[in-house]
């Protein structure tokens, strides 16, 4: 049986509520903004003139890091308003007030092309049914304005927590071993390639620039693709 948002929900908060303090900004994502590298690099003087949305925030770590980086506008979603909830507390005390909205993959409560800058790290592959995984590229495009970024974290295959997952065929599996316990039922949308996720959001979206992270540290194997890619 596949995990339901409100069990996910549940699951997650009191996971991330046993820390009272907020956790760190993925290092990955702060080289994608802050890095200059011969395949990407971003100009961080546009950023003060542009909106970005930190779609799934979990409890804000990267949220709070976007907004330093001086967006003039900041937004973020969570799945229930009790992970919203969540999310708020821990950022305000880094000293920022802010609204967290819900909203999902498939639905978000933004205006068409309301960003220049949208944020999906960890979160994008979530899907309620097998076969959401193109309403998602469809919802991340009507909110990102012509010429919009996409920036996303996606888990490899060999990634700890899709270790004996269950393929259900097309491109979906189900999580059956993850070390936290939170995801177990989850059903995601797994990729065997980065050639696989270029097609799956071709052509929405173009001139691509992925980067594979293997890090396996003290034996848990954090392997992702990191992606940055343009609204075509």
């Known amino acids: ?8 929900s549940r699951l997650t908060v009191a996971h991330l509520s046993r820390d009272k303090l907020l ?6 994502l702060i080289r994608v903004f802050r890095g200059e590298y011969p395949n990407h690099s971003f100009d961080s003087s ?32 969570e799945i229930t308003r009790a992970m919203a909830d969540l999310a708020v507390t821990k950022i305000a005390e ?21 960003f220049q800058f949208l944020v999906s790290w960890n979160s994008c592959y979530y899907v309620e049914n097998v076969g959401d995984f193109p309403q998602h590229i469809a919802e991340f495009s009507r909110i990102l304005g012509l010429g919009g970024y996409l920036i996303l974290s996606i888990p490899m295959l060999s990634h700890r927590v ?3 997952c269950q393929y259900l065929g097309g491109g979906y599996s189900v999580v059956r071993d993850d070390p936290s ?15 696989e996720i270029v097609e799956a959001l071709s052509p929405t979206f173009s001139d691509f620039r992925i980067a594979t992270i293997s890090d396996d540290m003290f034996g848990w194997a954090y392997h992702h693709y990191i992606v940055v890619c343009k609204k075509a």
Not at 23 to 28: A, L, Q, R, T, V
């Open 1 to 8: 049986m596949a995990q339901s948002i409100g069990e996910i």
């Open 23 to 28: 956790s760190m900004p993925s290092e990955d």
């Open 46 to 77: 546009d950023y003060p003139d542009s909106s970005i949305c930190d779609l799934s925030v979990g409890d804000g770590r990267n949220y709070v890091y976007l907004n330093r980086l001086g967006f003039r506008t900041v937004q973020g979603t």
């Open 94 to 114: 880094n000293g920022i007030d802010t609204k967290i909205h819900v909203g999902t993959n498939l639905s978000t409560p933004f205006n068409n092309g309301e």
């Open 162 to 164: 899709l270790k004996d």
């Open 181 to 195: 316990n939170t995801r177990n039922g989850a059903v995601w949308r797994t990729f065997r390639s980065a050639d």
